[in-house]
C-alpha cells in the first residue's frame, strides 16, 4: 500500500524517530527499570507489539512541517495545528472548507487523555484543547476510535477536564495520605484498570507528570525524597 508515501511528521517529534535509543528515552522506557523492578521489559513489550521487530522499517522521516503549514491534498487542503500535550510535536490537521478536524492522539476514548513521554505535558496539552475548541469544528474524529462526532466542543471539554479530575483524585489522596509514586499509582486514579504492566508503567509516568504540576502549584509537599503530601 502506498508504496510512494513519504514520512512527515513534526519537527520537534522527528528525533524520536531517529533511532532506536532515541525513540526508547522519548517514551521514557530508560525509566522501566526502576519504575517497574519486578517486571522484565522485553517480555513486557511483546506483550503489546513494543518488541524490536516490529519497528525495525520505522527509523527516519522524509519531511516535517510546521504549524499553520498548508498541505494540498488535491481537492482539499488541510491546515497544520501544533498542538502539544501528547508529545512535544503531536499535531492535529484542520479542514477549514469542511470545518472538520482530525484530532489526532487528543483522542475521543475512554481511556485518554496519556501523556507518559519525557516531554509530554498536561498543562500544554489543556492548552491545545483549548485551542481545538475555539476552531469550532463541526464535526471531528480522531485516533483509536472509530466514529465522527458532532458534539465537539462538548467532547473536547470532557476530554479536557479528565485531565483536572485525575489532579484532584491524586491531591485529595495526598490530604490524608503521604505517597510515593509507587503507591499513588495503586490507587488507579488514572485508569481503572492494569491489564499489563506497560499501563501501569504510564500511570506511574502521569503520576509523575501531576505531581510536578501540583509541586508548581504549591499545593504539595515532597517531605522525603519521592514522598509527597498536600499542602
Not at 37 to 63: C, M, S
Not at 203 to 218: G, T
Request: proline share 4%.
Amino acid at each position: 500500500f502506498f508504496t510512494n508515501a513519504k514520512i512527515s511528521i513534526h519537527q520537534f517529534d522527528a528525533e524520536p524517530l531517529s533511532d532506536a535509543a532515541s525513540f526508547e528515552y522519548y517514551n521514557s522506557f530508560d525509566l522501566w527499570n526502576d519504575l517497574m523492578p519486578e517486571y522484565d521489559y522485553v517480555e513486557a513489550a511483546r506483550g503489546i507489539g513494543l518488541d524490536e521487530e516490529n519497528f525495525a522499517d520505522i527509523w527516519g522521516v522524509d519531511q516535517t512541517f510546521t504549524d499553520g503549514e498548508l498541505i494540498d491534498l488535491g481537492k482539499n487542503t488541510l491546515q497544520v495545528i501544533h498542538t502539544p500535550g501528547h508529545s512535544k510535536g503531536h499535531c492535529c490537521f484542520w479542514f477549514p472548507e469542511q470545518q472538520f478536524l482530525f484530532s489526532g492522539d487528543i483522542c475521543l476514548t475512554a481511556a485518554g487523555p496519556w501523556y507518559g513521554e519525557v516531554l509530554s505535558d498536561p498543562t500544554d496539552m489543556i492548552e491545545s484543547i483549548d485551542k481545538l475548541i475555539a476552531l469550532k469544528p463541526t464535526t471531528m474524529a480522531s485516533c483509536h476510535i472509530k466514529k465522527v462526532c458532532t458534539d465537539c466542543t462538548e467532547r473536547l471539554t470532557e476530554f479536557k477536564d479528565r485531565i483536572y479530575k485525575r489532579e484532584e483524585r491524586i491531591y485529595n489522596y495526598l490530604k490524608h495520605n503521604a505517597a510515593d509514586v509507587d503507591k499513588i499509582a495503586g490507587e488507579k486514579f488514572i485508569y481503572r484498570f492494569h491489564p499489563s504492566p506497560f499501563v501501569l508503567f504510564w500511570e506511574k509516568l502521569m503520576v509523575m507528570k501531576h505531581l510536578n504540576r501540583l509541586l508548581d502549584f504549591d499545593r504539595i509537599e515532597e517531605i522525603d525524597q519521592g514522598l509527597y503530601r498536600a499542602k
